[in-house]
């Protein structure tokens, strides 16, 4: 038992995957020697090998196209996008082949695989270096969707996405790589698809996933101060989508608002939105609201304070939907 | 109007004619010889079924080989069985040579299945691949994954000229000369994309593409089945024992329309289909393999037999073949359905049931 | 007053915008001499020459990346996307590029394109050649997103896309090509941006855009046949989403269907059903629903009509919130 | 250690010595050969006035460029006003050479607008570009305008060795051959594309890939600014005069860290920074202007202040520099707000108010 931030705890889960499964391989831009711009896969080359982990060249669409031949040949790879922003020159092979493949094949060849991507704001990054593309994914069938929030979420997680037998797209929240938890790694998991309720409330249900967990923790606990209890529920995989644990929450406080930094247009927030709206329709008792980053490029270090959903924003939308 | 021959190896001069002294490099025994043709007639045949077979509404498209057959067949044969082809969709005859039932494989034009129903991992041969370019980076990375586990097996992509412009091309012949990964990369220039004819796709002829990679580029007569096979066969070759790529310039001719919902009169010169007929590799070769006596009319009989039972089980096993059963459809998305497919699934059938 | 199809429609304001402005050039694969896949660009190089209108080598990236080089230069590309399923190569240079370059550049250089992409299925093609991407493109701030679902409409919309000073993604539902219209090109237009009741009922209110709006006035008809008088509205353009006049008729009707045929999950009818559940909450009598497509790669031809929203699924849909 | 210069042009040796005969074809006055040496001298000193903001906290990140300025400053001073430049993210020193204010540039590290601050129409300098190749499209398309104008402009595409991996360096390279594009590709090969050496990212060398698109590819040493300069301006006529593209790779070398976030003592030989230390552009350049007695102390002493007023000017444009106003996040996303964007600015406005 001892304190462990995101960055250690996924850098651990890699560490076991390769240790335990002689198939994965760890690949990306700058995560051999460098140990990843986040040093996410520090020492891994070193530990494993540069047969094991090593670094491609710089081009995604290669390294997704690569990944997806690799996995064709029965191994695993754990492919690392260097940043959010970066993730796009592999889109097409992204949609049009490792969605499609095991569909495609009627099951006989699937490529189970993983990609890795620090996503989102709040760091004080350059430009291209804080996008939320999550709902890309979300809405390309065939692929899962993983969002951790917590160290030790961080590492279940992973862990069951290098398992898994589908490919899985997992955004790690590069906000929280720094984050401490004070728990032993794997002592207690969740499987992947199902949301977590992680603080109990009766008032009103926040749903959320990444970064914008904490903050919604953060916001309940300004709420509470007020009197106010809330829910909060954190997504831990947009697909799956377990919106039975949300519908659950909602049936119980009537209320919900939905908390993401996407921009709001058709984010992952709409679904959520439109799901619960009707799963959970005659219990609402205030429509839902989402509190999301704006329809706008995730705009300059300077100012993304405004754009990412803040506890003062959430508080507003709470009080919108109470006194509603 | 047929140059673009330039440093082209060739075997075979239009005329049947072999060049003896090139053709030393060659391993056929004479039943290879007989097995290119025999494989080249049935790709002809197959091929031409499957233009009839849309014709009448059983396939909903079908793009045409009809003069590529030299360029597939050639190669194709070149690779052993544990090597692996990742095809574009146009590919019909180099899957006859890995195996693929055609029925399987034409499941894909018919609008069956995408993918086809056949398996390609047990026949290793790829999933018909339409985005231009894409199936040329899994190649690469199946191949580095052969090299890995220390197997002998080598990759080989199918692509056409106009493949040549994407970014996925220059990004699998980088990672493959990067990776040292045993691929071959086999492109039938057969001068034309769609309505774009190579001239202006690109400036520098297709082969000295691999300069900027560094790995060797070999132009061939891609209509000459004999060169076209011993161009590969080394690369292959190359491949397993060196484990260094090659780019292959197959130049060859789309004598059909791009696909049958095309209509190439709008933009293919009729002479210069006139001229490449001349150029036809069947053509050639038969009189190869007259001249050399091997083609008796015994041969040619159990040959045509062969291509013509072929053509009867693609029949048979397309015209009225029955659409996948609609539930399929939630099968193979994930490894298990999610509740949110299994709804869905239940929504469809239910709708299904109605009809 | 003559028999249009959308197919001459699209040609004609193509005709048009050539003539009228010489900035205007139009460009991609095999829209030369062939005059496109679909035959839109018929007869435009032949008309105005090959510098005006010219194929392009067989690269999406390139098209998109190139284009706004030439939008740059003060030029108006128009540039055709061949299929739905083959804009993925491109999406980096529209997310990280012509999305924000009006953005980045304070407003000093933006970037006037249109993207024309025939989307969507119905049509018996093979693999890749009917996909709904449209929500890629409505989740990315800083693109116009239209679709016109009839002749007259194709080529108002075209019109204004081109003279438009943003970049447009303009996603023509490919089913309807050959679909014709009783009526004079340019007559009376609705300018971008504008949904469209194209027809008045007040016993629920269908929301659809492309192909889905003669479906729905399909299903309109039937439900008709039963004495349910159904509201349609033709979205028209998904950016600038015309939230008001759906929400004006759901404040008649009580009741709304949305109708897509992209999958389900993160569609934009997850849009339309969350913004409306919220602006609409009190009117509301039951669920909004949404028949889509479902959550899978979009199927072969012999079995693309489970998958396309059909009369019979929106009436379902219909016969549910009007019971509920 | 410091080899990949075979076949590079060259005129300045390492000490600084010009060959006379290859220098024959060079058309600079003294006043350029000095102005030169100023603006890499200003350069150097910007670049490190950057690097200390960044430290000091008044820049969010900066990618520095020392070891590069010959190459920046040589190739841009080749360009007439009228050429437009595509940067990537470290082209401070091109900037500077086109009439970029470094304050208005710099706004871009500091955080304060994507783009920076300046115009990228007027000043024909392009806004920086992270995503890597991305802008080499772009400088494709804008030349390609330039010429269907029937102006005699120019685009230049700067880019690093890691960005030759990417398919948009591939497509753009082909775009221009096949329209004939009037574009430069300067590729800065410094070595590193972060922690991967360009013997990692690919094994042709890049001046060698411009054979598979059929225009001149030529090596430069990169580090001799008479040669990058000559080298360039040459390629620059090309493409005004006769419409050809050309890839320049100039050899070069980053002797900072990949950006001021970067640990390179984690990945980068000590020698071999040493080594290239030893080579460094401006002491090379220094020596030559010194020996032909034009550097006299007092032109220097003008120079030394340039590049002293320089630094002030960033200093003080850039500390403390104001935030943009939260209302200009909804100004430039179309050339009119949306409704619904009309009310995010409002709920924006509002909370920022009440901050
Ligand atoms: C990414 C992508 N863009 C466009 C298309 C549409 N398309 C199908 S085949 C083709 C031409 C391909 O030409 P080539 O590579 O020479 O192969 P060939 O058809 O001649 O065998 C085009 C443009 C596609 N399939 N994929
Ligand atoms: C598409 C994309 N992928 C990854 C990155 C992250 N990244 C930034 S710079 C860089 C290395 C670039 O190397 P090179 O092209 O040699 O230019 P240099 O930095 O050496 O000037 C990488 C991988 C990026 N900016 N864009
Ligand atoms: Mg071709
Ligand atoms: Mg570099």
């Known amino acids: ?324 | 109007m047929t140059d673009g021959f330039e440093d082209a190896v060739r075997l075979l001069d239009p005329s049947g004619r072999l060049d003896e002294k090139a053709a030393e490099a060659l391993d056929l025994k004479e039943d290879d010889l007989l097995e290119l043709f025999r494989l080249m007639l049935m790709t002809r045949r197959a091929d031409l079924e499957s233009t009839a077979l849309q014709r009448q509404g059983e396939l909903a498209v079908y793009p045409p080989l009809i003069g590529q057959e030299a360029a597939q067949v050639g190669s194709a044969y070149a690779l052993e069985p544990g090597d692996f082809a990742f095809p574009s969709y146009r590919e019909l005859g180099a899957a006859l040579v890995k195996g693929v039932d055609l029925v399987d494989y034409l499941h894909f034009y018919r609008g069956t299945w995408h993918g086809g129903t056949y398996d390609p991992l047990e026949t290793r041969f790829g999933m018909v691949a339409v985005p231009i370019a894409s199936q040329i980076l899994h190649a690469v990375g199946y191949a580095y994954g052969s090299k890995l586990d220390g197997s002998r097996d080598v990759s080989m992509a199918y692509f056409g000229d106009g493949a040549t412009s994407q970014g996925d091309f220059h990004e699998g012949c980088n990672f493959a000369a990067v990776f040292g990964a045993p691929v071959v990369f086999f492109c039938q220039n057969n001068q034309w994309a769609i309505s774009v004819p190579v001239s202006k796709q690109t400036v520098a002829p297709i082969y000295r593409k691999a300069e900027a990679y560094g790995f060797p580029g070999i132009r061939v007569d891609g209509n000459d089945v004999l060169a076209t096979y011993l161009v590969t066969r080394q690369a292959v070759q190359r491949a397993r024992t060196e484990q260094v790529p090659t780019l292959i310039e197959a130049v060859t001719y789309r004598l059909g329309p791009h696909s049958t919902a095309d209509d190439a009169g709008r933009y293919q010169p009729k002479e210069q289909v006139e001229q490449w007929r001349e150029l036809d590799p069947l053509d050639r070769y038969r009189k190869f393999l007259t001249e050399r006596g091997l083609l008796t009319e015994e041969v040619k009989k159990g040959f045509d037999e062969d291509a013509n039972k072929l053509a009867a089980h693609i029949r048979s096993g397309i015209v009225g073949a029955p659409p996948p059963d609609p539930g399929d459809l939630f099968e193979w998305v994930f490894s298990e359905k999610t509740k949110r497919l299994e709804a869905q699934e239940k929504e469809l059938l239910e709708e299904a049931g109605d009809q």
Request: hydrophobic share 45%.
């Open chain 1, 1 to 324: 038992m001892s304190e462990v931030t995101m960055a250690q705890a996924l850098n651990e889960a890699l560490r076991n995957s390769l240790r335990d499964d002689e198939s994965v391989l760890v690949l990306g831009e700058d995560i051999g020697k460098l140990g990843g711009v986040f040093r996410i896969t520090e020492n891994l080359q070193e530990e494993f090998g540069p047969t094991r982990v090593f670094d491609t060249p710089l081009a995604e669409s290669g390294i997704m196209g690569f990944s997806l031949g690799l996995a064709l040949r029965g191994y695993r790879p754990v492919a690392e996008i260097q940043f959010d922003g970066f993730i796009y020159p592999s889109f097409n092979q992204v949609v049009s082949h490792v969605a499609k493949h095991r569909f495609r094949s009627r099951g006989r060849a699937p490529v189970p695989l993983v990609v890795r991507v620090p996503f989102a704001g709040g760091i004080g990054a350059a430009e291209h270096h804080s996008e939320s593309p999550e709902a890309y994914f979300a809405h390309t069938a065939g692929l899962k969707v993983v969002v951790p929030a917590t160290p030790l979420d961080a590492f279940d997680l992973l862990t069951q996405a290098i398992r898994d037998p589908d490919p899985v797209f997992f955004f790690e929240p590069k906000s929280r790589y720094w984050s401490k938890e004070d728990s032993e790694l794997g002592a207690d998991s969740l499987a992947m698809g199902n949301a977590r309720v992680v603080k109990q409330g009766d008032a009103c249900t926040l749903i959320a996933y990444g970064a914008m967990v904490p903050r919604c923790l953060e916001t309940a606990t300004a709420a509470s101060e007020d009197g106010v209890e809330v829910e909060v529920i954190d997504l831990r995989s947009l697909v799956p989508f377990d919106l039975e644990t949300c519908a659950k929450s909602v049936e119980k406080t009537g209320r919900a608002v939905v908390v993401h930094e996407a921009p709001l247009t058709a984010g992952f927030g709409a679904e959520v939105a439109a799901s619960l709206a009707e799963s959970a329709f005659l219990h609402l008792e205030a429509p839902i609201l989402r509190v999301t980053g704006y329809d706008i490029p995730y705009p300059p270090a300077k100012v993304e304070e405004h754009y990412v959903p803040s506890v003062d924003r959430i508080l507003g939308a709470i009080d919108r939907v109470l006194s509603f």
